[in-house]
């Protein structure tokens, strides 16, 4: 198959999606600092900076927080049985921004939902691998990888400042 016909199934985020209300896109900017060494959680703030002990800490200046996500995405969130799929598409170092058509490094992480996640944060956003719920952070659970897992280009493109988009898809179950 072709780039052309297999880049179909490898868009980020189609042209379409921007309006539904089950996916969310958080933009943000990788850092020096960014290490991505954690096994079990993987996180995105709003802050400018960060330090070598944000080991799980991928993106800065993330530019909406769980509190900006929809009423409706929140809900869909709330089911045990969802599957939430954060895709992590990310440019070049220099990069304005993220292409999300054709992103030069592109991993992501499966989780679900949980009835106590109340996506309320107004500063960061995280994944976990557990079932811990008790903060306004977590935006899934039970997550099949973390920072650790993440693609090690990609970690590398983040620790030189490249943007990252990261795109949350909550899929309700049957």
Do not use: K, Q
């Not at 049985?81 to 993220?98: C, H, N, Q, S």
């Not at 058509?101 to 989780?111: E, F, Y």
Request: charge should be negative; include cysteine; hydrophobic fraction near 40%.
């Amino acid at each position: 198959m072709s780039d052309a016909e297999s880049a179909g199934s490898n868009d980020v985020e189609s042209e379409d999606d921007t309006d539904d209300a089950l996916v969310e896109v958080v933009r943000a900017v990788g850092h020096e600092h960014v290490t991505a060494e954690h096994a079990s959680t993987v996180e995105l703030t709003t802050d400018d900076w960060l330090t070598p002990a944000g080991d799980c800490i991928v993106g800065v200046e993330a530019d909406r927080a769980p509190r900006d996500f929809s009423a409706a995405f929140r809900e869909a969130c709330r089911d045990a049985d969802a599957t939430i799929r954060a895709t992590f598409a990310v440019g070049e170092p220099g990069d304005e921004a993220v292409d999300l058509a054709a992103p030069a490094h592109v991993d992501a992480i499966v989780g679900r939902g949980d009835p106590d996640l109340t996506l309320l944060d107004d500063r960061s956003m995280v994944g976990r691998t557990s079932g811990y719920t008790d903060d306004e952070r977590t935006i899934f659970v039970d997550g099949d990888g973390a920072a650790a897992d993440l693609d090690r280009d990609l970690v590398d493109a983040l620790a030189a400042g490249a943007p990252v988009a990261l795109r949350l898809a909550v899929e309700p179950a049957e």
